[in-house]
T-cell receptor
């Protein structure tokens, strides 16, 4: 079945460091891919998405490119801030049923 | 933007009692809502898909008689955990679908069963 695998955390970085959180997926058909962010005590917020191969989603300095050949959707940011500290979830959506499958989440800690 | 609320945000109950959790889409109508369960340091697990006016569709392994879902209107879905036990303690999150491929998530409800 469909599934998402993302790198385990926590990831600890200094402010202004480069961030990469790896995400790979398994899916039948052509899913849409997402990154969600969860701040402490809050619900999930959509960070960015891509709906087809080679699409690049971007928001707030974060980027991820839908790579069909490597079945990946890695999240990157060139310069992280303390305010980026949160848990990041990679997810895919099954177009047929609109179900979402989430990765296990990666906690990011950014230190000043 | 689209806002989804959940009530209560946390609840503590005794073993054997039932607990109802509400999920509301505040500024849009949602024909489909989803219920997830999140274990500590783990991902969200889809429990069921709830369509307004029809029976919910449960994922494999989820007991429909234990987790009762009602989607009575386009802005409200409820999850009732019946005869709760300590192993039901978890973080329950709902989401509402505003349009295809876009889901908005509620803040979650922390359930603790003593």
């Amino acid at each position: 079945g469909d599934s998402v695998t993302q790198m385990e955390g926590p990831v600890t970085l200094s402010e202004e460091a480069f961030l990469t959180i790896n995400c790979t997926y398994t899916a039948t058909g052509y899913p849409s891919l997402f990154w969600y962010v969860q701040y402490p005590g809050e619900g999930l917020q959509l960070l960015l998405k891509a709906t087809k191969a080679d699409d690049k989603g971007s928001n707030k300095g974060f980027e991820a490119t839908y790579r069909k050949e490597t079945t990946s959707f890695h999240l990157e940011k060139g310069s992280v801030q303390v305010s980026d500290s949160a848990v990041y979830f990679c997810a895919l959506s099954d177009r047929s049923f609109n179900k979402f499958y989430f990765g296990s989440g990666t906690k990011l800690n950014v230190k000043p | 933007g689209a806002v989804v609320s959940q009530h209560p945000s946390w609840v503590i109950c005794k073993s054997g009692t039932s607990v109802k959790i509400e999920c509301r889409s505040l500024d849009f109508q949602a024909t489909t809502m989803f219920w997830y369960r999140q274990f500590p340091k783990q991902s969200l697990m889809l429990m069921a898909t709830s369509n307004e006016g029809s029976k919910a569709t449960y994922e494999q392994g989820v007991e429909k008689d234990k987790f009762l879902i009602n989607h009575a209107s386009l802005t409200l879905s409820t999850l009732t955990v019946t005869s709760a036990h300590p192993e039901d303690s978890s973080f329950y999150i709902c989401s509402a679908q505003a349009r295809a491929d876009t889901q908005y998530f509620g803040p979650g409800t922390r359930l603790t069963v003593l």
